[in-house]
């Protein structure tokens, strides 16, 4: 696929000052809206993006699998390697795995019509987690799927698949604000974190995970994405 060509100026800041002044400048081009792939479509391609590090050697790999969106199989798969091109800092983690994975998603044929990214969205202290950095930068539709609430709160949704309630924070005026949802996608399992990364609602981005989560917790997008990018990171450390 192609990728717009000002990319580096967004991935490679000099600091974690300048790095948070990318997330200010660019949070407020996410769009919140339902623009994106319907759920379940056949013929459509969902993206499963994911990276694996080697932090001793100071290697990322990333891997970007396609799916058809009607039978869930795999389409297209392509992956990248390389140094980790930033430092370890809370909150700035699209800086250590962008490259790579915009590397990974550039080497595919087809543009996917939405990526789902391992990781967070709007539920982010800054409201730009890598879901919203790499949904903005491309103009895909993307949403986030996490393992963990990261340092938001929920209460337990109950126990049946389909579930959820909210993800929330803090907001600056003391007031509770909804950044994701804490999602059940099978009876009694953990729930998953959802949030919205660009072009999709909440409501949606729930909806594609439940489709894409049919058998197992996580998205059959973050399950493929998650195996080859650590195949990918074994070869490259071999």
């Known amino acids: 696929m192609r990728l717009p060509e000002d990319l580096p100026r967004h991935l490679t800041p000099r600091g974690e000052a300048e790095a ?3 997330q200010q400048r660019l949070r407020p081009l996410v769009r919140v809206e339902d623009t994106g792939p319907p759920v ?7 993206a499963g993006v994911d990276v694996a590090y080697d932090d001793n050697r100071g290697v990322v790999a990333a891997a970007a ?4 969106g009607g039978t869930l199989e795999v389409v297209e798969q392509a992956t990248a390697a390389g140094p980790v091109p930033f430092p370890y800092v809370p ?3 699209a800086f250590r795995e962008l490259p790579a994975v915009l590397d990974a998603l550039a080497a595919l044929r087809h543009t996917p019509d939405l990526v789902v990214c391992d990781g967070y969205g709007l539920a982010h202290p800054r409201r730009f987690g890598l ?5 903005v930068l491309t103009g ?3 949403i986030g799927v996490a393992k963990n609430p990261f340092r938001f709160r929920h209460a337990p949704p109950a126990a049946e698949r389909g579930s959820r309630t909210p993800l929330t924070d803090g907001g600056p005026d003391g007031t509770e604000e909804t950044v994701g949802a804490a999602l059940r ?12 990364g660009h072009r999709t609602t909440l409501d949606t981005a729930c909806a594609h995970t439940l489709r894409l989560a049919r058998e197992h917790r996580q998205p059959e997008t973050t399950r493929h994405a998650d195996r080859l990018c650590r195949l990918t990171l074994a070869e490259y450390t071999d």
């Not at 996608?185 to 919205?196: D, I, L, N, W």
């Open 91 to 93: 909150g700035l983690l």
């Open 20 to 22: 948070v002044a990318v």
């Open 40 to 46: 379940g479509a056949a013929g459509t391609l969902l």
């Open 185 to 196: 996608t099978r009876t009694g399992a953990k729930p998953v974190y959802v949030s919205v």
């Open 65 to 68: 699998v396609l799916l058809d």
């Open 140 to 142: 895909l539709p993307a």
């Open 131 to 135: 879901a919203c950095h790499l949904g």
